[in-house]
């Protein structure tokens, strides 16, 4: 076991001090999935509303990709596989969620992980997409549905870790996810980070397909 330390400021005992977390803002301000304009609930744009290829409607995020304590967080927790972070982003989502003005448009909503190949997640021994989404779920009181969505085809290199813009937008999503039936009218996307929303749109392409009709995506973090 190694000695947990706070990663904002160094205090032994905790990943995230309460003195740190107190001077934490949330992301309050979301913007279109597809560009950097401002819209309520982070809602496709009027440009890119019924655009081809847009399939997202809309995607919330409760930090910034910027803020280095949660991404410091977030790259222990996948890659150095410490589960004690989970308590961070507990609160950290809590926090989101009471400051917002709101958090989603009216609907009866089913929350989805973006879930990991199963081979991906024996390998990490948990998939953070549905930790995430039973978070967001205690928080909201929406219903999670955890066998609506699966992944295909295993991916060597996960979409965050690849820092190329044009190589992360040219990969092929079109055959990794399938759908199981029912599928809920208004569902919402979770996944960890969102960066330039391939996975996300692929994943809404294919639920709209079986017959969803918003697709809307939560994120911890947004890359802007």
């Given at each position: ?53 847009t399939h997202l409607d809309g995607i ?84 999670v549905g955890n066998r609506i969505l ?30 199981n039936r029912p599928i809920p009218r ?39």
């Amino acid at each position: 076991m190694f000695p947990l330390l706070c990663v904002g400021c160094g205090e032994e005992g905790t990943l995230w001090c309460l003195e740190c977390e107190s001077h934490w803002v949330p992301r309050l301000v979301q913007h279109c999935p597809y560009c950097e304009r401002e819209t309520a609930y982070g809602a496709r744009c009027g440009t890119h509303r019924g655009k081809h290829g847009t399939h997202l409607d809309g995607i919330v995020a409760a930090a910034w990709y910027a803020n280095p304590e949660i991404q410091a967080l977030t790259k222990m927790w996948k890659y150095q596989l410490v589960r004690e972070t989970e308590k961070s982003f507990c609160r950290i989502v809590d926090i989101w969620v009471n400051r917002s003005a709101g958090h989603f448009p009216n609907g009866v909503w089913t929350i989805v992980p973006t879930a990991l190949h199963p081979r991906k997640a024996r390998e990490r021994g948990f998939d953070q997409s549905v930790v995430l989404s039973e978070i967001l779920s205690s928080a909201l009181k929406y219903p999670v549905g955890n066998r609506i969505l699966a992944r295909k085809r295993y991916q060597r290199r996960p979409q965050a870790e690849i820092n190329d813009v044009k190589e992360r937008a040219a990969r092929d999503f079109s055959d990794v996810f399938a759908v199981n039936r029912p599928i809920p009218r208004d569902i919402i996307l979770v996944d960890d980070v969102y960066t330039t929303g391939t996975t996300m749109n692929a994943a809404a392409k294919i639920l709209k397909e079986a017959g969803a009709e918003r697709v809307w995506g939560f994120a911890l973090l947004r890359g802007h």
